[in-house]
């Protein structure tokens, strides 16, 4: 049902509507819904004297598009009475999107009635404003709106921060063992689904405790992030990296298959032991030994792994600054 209640005067001068500040924030993203023309001029009006630029909505519908752009908008001030979806229905949907970004909801309605607040309130609205609208209340409001918006922010990008943190390593900036973990067990559910095969790379810096013990602890620390580095520019962007233990790094390469692994593996190898690397006065080549297994039948994280392990002993075993090749346990991968 279309709203037929009459924005009305606008109260609170227009000539009042104080400046927006000198230095404003970024603009937020904000989206306006209202099917009464009128009502969405006066809105956009007086929003844009307010410093905002909204996209606007005539309907119900046309707004939870908008409001579902990957450039997700920050506030939406919805009429309740539109055609097709209300205002408030759109409020219960943007509940339930997922929390990824946080929307302001605002109803902005004729609907005046404490049990008409209440439901508004219920159905997810963080704020409810009564038409006529008044300029000052409505920037008020606005104040309020970005003041919570930013504190979202912040705790989204903090976030953000110790989930990185949780899954990384702080040294050498790759993936730590967890996450690296969960590379393998996604990739094995993918390739499960897929069929599609895909390689574990075990790699192991070889005679690092001579470094560590020639040029002290810190050096080392200093060579595990060079390795990393190389290590990391030798993959694709879909491919991942972690540090697996001290001076052992696993990598997960989706849709290789053993001859293509064998290759990263050795392109590893060389970019490792290809150039010395700095270690204090001096610079000193260092070499890596890595085994390679490959998914070809239904097999678990720890058999993978066991198998790349055997594979890099036997590299190790072999004279070192060598790539190897799996050979599966039997009945659990093929070679
Ligand atoms: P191999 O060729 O058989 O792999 O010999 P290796 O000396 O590399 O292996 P070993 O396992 O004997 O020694 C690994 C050393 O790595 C011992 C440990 O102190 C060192 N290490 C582990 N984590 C770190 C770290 O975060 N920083 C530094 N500097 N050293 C580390
Ligand atoms: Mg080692
Ligand atoms: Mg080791």
Redesign the pocket.
């Known amino acids: 049902m279309a709203s037929n209640v009459f924005p009305g005067p606008v109260t609170g001068a227009v000539a009042h509507v104080p400046e927006p500040p000198a230095h404003p924030a970024p603009p937020l993203r904000m989206v306006v819904a209202d099917d009464s023309a009128l009502s969405l001029a006066m809105m956009q009006h007086l929003l844009g004297k307010l410093g905002f630029n909204p996209q606007v909505a005539r309907d119900g519908a046309s707004a939870w598009e908008l409001l579902q752009a990957e450039d997700v908008p920050t506030i939406a001030i919805l009429d309740w009475m539109m055609p097709g979806m209300e205002g408030i229905d759109i409020c219960r949907r943007i509940r339930q999107l997922s929390h990824q970004h946080y929307i302001y909801a605002m109803l902005l309605t004729g609907k005046s009635e404490k049990k008409e607040i209440i439901e508004g309130l219920q159905a997810g609205a963080d704020d409810y404003m009564t038409k006529p609208i008044n300029v000052e209340e409505l920037q008020a409001r606005l104040v309020v709106a970005q003041r919570i918006i930013h504190f979202q922010e912040e705790l989204f990008a903090a976030r953000e921060v110790l989930r990185n943190q949780a899954s990384h390593d702080y ?1 050498t900036q790759l993936l730590n063992r967890g996450g690296i973990m969960e590379s393998v067990q996604q990739e094995l559910s993918r390739s499960r689904r897929t069929r599609e095969s895909f390689s574990v790379i075990l790699a ?7 470094i ?1 013990d020639t040029f002290g ?1 810190l050096t ?2 200093d060579v ?1 992030f060079e390795v990393a580095s190389r290590i990391k520019i030798c993959v694709r962007s879909y491919d991942s990296v972690g540090r697996y233990g ?2 052992e790094f696993l990598l997960v390469v989706p849709g290789c298959d053993q001859s293509q692994a064998f290759q990263v593996a050795e392109k590893i190898r060389q970019a490792v032991g290809g150039t010395p690397i700095r270690m204090g006065q001096t610079q000193k080549a260092v070499t890596i030994s890595l085994g390679v297994c490959t998914r070809t039948v239904e097999t678990s994280p720890e058999a993978l792994l066991s198998a790349a392990d055997s594979a890099l002993y036997l590299a ?1 075993k072999s004279g ?1 600054n060598r790539t190897e090749v799996s050979s599966a346990p039997a009945g659990l991968l093929k070679t």
């Not at 192991?204 to 001579?210: C, E, G, L, M, W």
């Open positions: 040294l192991d810096i070889d005679h690092f405790k001579q560590n602890h080392g620390d595990l001290g001076e190790k070192r």
